[in-house]
């Protein structure tokens, strides 16, 4: 029999994982506050470099990244709050 072969005989169906949710949680949280930070890292950059353009396109653009994080991050952790309140 080829090595191939036996590699999908192994495989099972339905596998879950060990990880817990409380640590799924942590992690997205943990995210989003570095996001924080650099937001207001971005913001007073943009405050500080005056009218340079190119600058201010590049702090801009950091701004709207950080701020996807930010508030995409608030998603997943109503959601999993919610299951961890479930599961106890």
Same mark, same amino acid.
């Given at each position: 029999?080829?090595?191939?072969?036996?590699?999908?005989k192994?495989?099972?169906?339905?596998?879950? !994982?060990?990880?817990? *949710?409380?640590?799924?949680?942590t992690?997205?949280? =943990? @995210?989003?506050?570095?996001?924080?930070?650099?937001?207001g890292?971005?913001?007073?950059?943009?405050i500080?470099?005056?009218?340079?353009? !190119?600058?201010?396109? *590049?702090?801009?653009?950091?701004?709207?990244?950080? =701020? @996807?994080?930010?508030?995409g991050g608030?998603?997943?952790?109503?959601?999993?709050?919610?299951?961890?309140?479930?599961?106890?």
């Open positions: 029999m080829s090595p191939c072969g036996d590699n999908r192994r495989k099972t169906k339905g596998k879950r !994982s060990n990880i817990d *949710l409380t640590a799924i949680l992690f997205i949280k =943990l @995210i989003q506050a570095i996001g924080c930070g650099m937001l890292i971005s913001i007073l950059g943009l500080l470099v005056g009218k340079n353009p !190119s600058a201010q396109v *590049l702090y801009v653009m950091v701004i709207v990244v950080n =701020l @996807i994080i930010v508030f608030l998603v997943p952790i109503r959601f999993l709050a919610n299951k961890v309140s479930d599961q106890k």
